[in-house]
C-alpha cells in the first residue's frame, strides 16, 4: 500500500492518533504530570476520543461487511453450512416442541381417566 494514495484526512487522522496514543503513554509512564483539573479534562478527552473511534471503527466494520455480502452476491460454503445448521435446529426444535406437546396431552388424559 502506497502511503501517498491515501486521502489526506485520512493520514492526518492516523497521525493524530497515533500522537495521542504516545500522550498516553508518555502520560502513563510519568513523564506528563498534570494538576487536579488538568486530569479530569485529560480523562474526559480519552473518554470521548475512544468513544469515537468505537462508534467510527464500528460504522467501518459494518461497511466493510456489508460491502464484501453484496460484492460476492451470495454467500461462503461456511455460510451456506451454519444456515443449514439454523435450519436444522430449527426443525429439531419445532419436532421437540409437538412431541412433549404430545406427552403432556397424554398426561392429560391419563390423570382424567383415574
Known amino acids: 500500500m502506497n502511503i501517498s494514495k491515501t486521502p489526506i484526512a485520512y493520514q492526518i ?3 493524530f492518533v497515533l500522537l495521542f496514543l504516545i500522550y498516553l503513554i508518555l502520560f502513563q509512564v510519568g513523564l506528563i504530570s498534570f494538576d487536579v483539573s488538568d486530569l479530569l479534562m485529560f480523562y ?3 473518554v ?3 468513544s469515537l473511534a ?8 459494518g461497511m466493510f461487511i ?11 460454503p461456511f455460510e451456506v453450512s451454519m444456515l443449514k ?3 436444522d435446529i430449527h426443525n429439531l426444535e419445532k419436532e421437540v416442541h409437538k412431541i412433549s406437546k404430545r406427552l403432556d396431552d397424554d398426561k392429560k388424559t391419563s390423570n ?3
Not at 456489508?66 to 461462503?76: C, I
Request: aromatic share 8%.
Open 85 to 87: 445448521l439454523r435450519d
Open 44 to 46: 474526559s478527552f480519552s
Open 48 to 50: 470521548y476520543t475512544v
Open 112 to 114: 382424567e381417566n383415574e
Open 13 to 15: 487522522t492516523v497521525g
Open 66 to 76: 456489508a460491502t464484501r455480502a453484496l460484492s460476492n452476491q451470495g454467500f461462503t
Open 54 to 61: 468505537a462508534v467510527l471503527g464500528g460504522i467501518l466494520t
